[in-house]
Structure formats: structure tokens, C-alpha cells
């Protein structure tokens, strides 16, 4: 049986370059340049890269990048990007939690959930992060966001997602959450590239700072730093508050 995140994306590249949470590329992409020194010999491993809008952009901007996910329909959709601007980007179907690389590159990117927090559990996601450590070289940095534990402590999921929901973008309903186990449980309903209806269950694991903190440290990052995240508009000057729907992480 397919996992809920597999189901989502197996026919879903194309819509899901409509949706609203993309929009941040290039403020993103800003951000990663400025926190590697603009240094266009370091090679980056874009993780969960889905259609490949970061690995796209930071190519287009002089960078080696290598995009890895799970999901063959949205590499389909990454590779037709790529070759339509005639850019030579490496992307690779492949599991997060088993990576096939080893002191292989400079910077890892894993952004708007791309991978992590979409595991079924905790184990699952602190894999993931071992395999990044692994596949960083000695010095090497890792940028990631994830969901904010302490935004639902203090908001109403329902009418977040109401507040930001786009006609024509998929539609999380709904929606609870555990402080038990710190997930949400809702349902995600879309229309495919198929134009075909679905309403999928989903879960979702949201993490407070010291959690990340501790995860991070126990897989040999040294130092973490951890600040809100605003969608296009990454910055070490916001610090993360309970009104912060994502974290940015920096581990190095």
C-alpha cells in the first residue's frame, strides 16, 4: 500500500507548480547564495526537490546541483523545466532515507517539506537526517525548513489553512492535532494532472526548536541555528515565534 505523500505526487507535477507555497523561489534561492558565499564551486544536493524549482533556479544561476525525490512524476516535470531552458541538471529518483552518496557535497537543501516532517514516524525522519550528515562533506552545511510545533499550540490549523487556501490548489481539511505525538491528522483533497479528484488522509510531524536541536547534534551537526521562516523571504533577522507556520534551520 502507498504511503499518503506517494499517492499525493504520482500525478502531480504539473498542479503543483500552481500552488501558492511556490511562489518563494527565488527570494529562496537568494537566501541559499548568500548563505554559501556566492560560491559557485560548491556542489548541492537539493532533497525532496520535487519539480525541481530551487535545483532549476540555483543551476540558472551558475551552480552544479543534483535534485533528489521519490517521486518520478515530479522529476518528469523537473527534467521538462530543465531541458525546456536547455540546463544541465542531475536529478535522481531516490528514497531520503537511504542516500546514495558519501562525502559527496557541499550544501543540502530540503525546503517547504521536501522529505522530512512527511514520514510516517519519528525513526523515519531522524534516518533522513543521518543520511545527510553522510552524504555532506567535513564542513558541509545543511538549510531546511519545517513545520513549527509551537504555531499550532497557539492557532487554529483550520483557519490557517482557510486564510491561505487558493481556488485551484489542493485543500487541506479537517485538520487536528496531537500534542501527544506533536502530528496533524487531515485530509488533503486536489485535482491531479489527470484532472482527477482525490481526497487522501494525511500526517504530518511538527517539531519544537529543542527536538531539531537535539536530532541535529545527535547525528554529528555541530552547530544549529534556527529562525522563522517566511515564505520567499528567508532571513537570519526573524526570530522564530509561535506565529511562525515554519522554522528555517541552519546545521553546519
Known amino acids: 500500500m502507498k504511503q499518503w505523500y506517494e499517492a499525493?505526487?504520482?500525478?502531480?507535477?504539473?498542479?503543483?507548480?500552481?500552488?501558492?507555497?511556490?511562489y518563494g523561489t527565488l527570494g529562496e534561492c537568494d537566501f541559499i547564495e548568500k548563505e554559501i558565499g556566492f560560491n559557485k564551486k560548491l556542489s548541492i544536493l537539493d532533497l525532496g526537490c520535487g519539480t525541481g524549482r530551487h535545483s532549476i533556479e540555483l543551476t540558472r544561476r551558475g551552480y552544479t546541483v543534483t535534485g533528489l525525490d521519490l517521486s518520478q512524476s515530479m522529476l518528469d516535470q523537473a527534467k521538462r523545466k530543465a531541458d525546456q531552458e536547455k540546463l544541465n541538471v542531475?536529478?535522481?529518483?531516490?528514497?531520503?532515507?537511504?542516500l546514495p552518496f558519501q562525502d559527496k557535497y557541499d550544501l543540502v537543501i530540503m525546503l517547504c517539506e521536501g522529505s522530512?516532517?512527511?514520514?510516517?514516524?519519528?525513526?523515519?525522519?531522524?534516518?533522513i537526517l543521518k543520511q545527510i550528515r553522510?552524504?555532506?562533506?567535513?564542513?558541509?552545511?545543511?538549510?531546511?525548513?519545517?513545520?513549527?510545533?509551537?504555531f499550532p499550540l497557539f492557532h487554529s490549523l483550520a483557519d490557517f489553512y482557510k486564510s491561505h487556501h487558493q481556488e485551484g490548489n489542493s485543500k487541506d481539511t479537517q485538520p487536528t492535532f496531537d500534542i501527544m505525538t506533536f502530528r496533524e491528522h487531515s485530509i488533503v483533497e486536489f485535482t491531479d494532472d489527470l484532472s482527477k479528484s482525490h481526497s487522501i488522509p494525511t500526517t504530518t510531524r511538527y517539531y519544537i526548536p529543542p527536538e531539531i536541536t537535539w536530532l541535529l547534534r545527535s547525528t554529528g551537526f555541530e552547530t544549529v541555528e534556527i529562525f522563522g521562516a517566511k515564505l520567499g523571504a528567508y532571513s537570519r533577522n526573524d526570530s522564530l515565534t509561535p506565529n511562525d507556520f515554519e522554522?528555517?534551520?541552519i546545521a553546519q
Not at 536529478?91 to 532515507?97: E, K, N
Not at 514520514?119 to 523515519?124: A, F, N, P, R, S
Open 8 to 22: 499525493l505526487f504520482e500525478n502531480y507535477g504539473k498542479q503543483y507548480d500552481q500552488e501558492n507555497f511556490t
Open 90 to 98: 542531475r536529478f535522481v529518483q531516490g528514497d531520503a532515507r537511504n
Open 116 to 127: 522530512f516532517s512527511l514520514m510516517e514516524t519519528d525513526e523515519m525522519n531522524y534516518q
Open 134 to 150: 553522510k552524504a555532506l562533506k567535513a564542513g558541509g552545511k545543511l538549510i531546511f525548513t519545517t513545520l513549527n510545533g509551537l
Open 247 to 249: 522554522m528555517l534551520i
